[in-house]
């Protein structure tokens, strides 16, 4: 089968990931990106306004990329989402994150260095963004329904679970891996996993309903 040729806009964005991923937002430069990928300043501002604009764009097809990839996951594996509780539900959800971390390294490496980053404006831009990933809202969802179905603790508010849980969601990696370096090729998945499993039983039995 011949090899598609990507278009400029597609190389443009796989040059710029790759430094990115290898620099902070205010040390990546735009200069290298065309250069490397081969295209004018003219062809870079017809498509983008400037880095910032290729950043956050770079950003939200990592996002979009991420929920579709979940989506499709859970219309596979789990069934009729509104019969599970809470919990199994975020350790499905876990699972399919590292197992997209694993499928595509660049998306996990990038998705560290936004975590990492120092530049305060690019760090509230992601902040708001994120706060419209469709996997938040859905645990903010799954949250309100879980206090309903007697499945959290009801002494604390939803707003108070889901600021937390979307925080010890987002940050595993960084609490539970530290040791886990840029490099995410070759890790044993099924010792990740052993470890977010425990990771889950703690949040359980910090947030569940007692019995």
Not at 164 to 192: A, Q
């Amino acid at each position: 089968m011949k090899k598609k040729n990507l278009t400029r806009k597609e190389k443009l964005i796989n040059v710029a990931m790759d430094e990115f991923i290898e620099n902070s937002y205010d040390e990546a430069s735009l200069n290298n990106i065309l250069k490397e990928a081969r295209i004018s300043k003219g062809s870079f501002y017809y498509h983008f306004k400037n880095k910032k604009e290729l950043y956050l764009y770079i950003y939200d097809q990592v996002v979009k990329d991420k929920i579709s990839y979940l989506n499709e996951a859970m219309k596979e594996t789990m069934g009729d989402i509104s019969r599970k509780d809470i919990f199994t539900i975020l350790r499905f959800l876990g699972k399919i994150s590292l197992e997209f971390a694993v499928k595509y390294p660049k998306y996990y490496k990038l998705g560290k260095r936004i975590f990492e980053e120092k530049n305060e404006e690019i760090k509230v831009l992601t902040i708001v963004k994120a706060k419209s990933d469709e996997s938040l809202i859905l645990i903010e969802k799954l949250i309100k329904k879980a206090i309903n179905n007697n499945e959290l603790r009801d002494d604390f508010s939803v707003d108070f679970i889901t600021r937390l849980l979307r925080h010890l969601m987002t940050n595993f990696s960084t609490i539970c891996l530290d040791d886990m370096k840029d490099e995410i090729e070759g890790f044993d998945l099924d010792k990740i996993l052993e470890v977010y499993d425990s990771y889950i039983d703690f949040i359980e039995n910090g947030l569940g309903k007692k019995k």
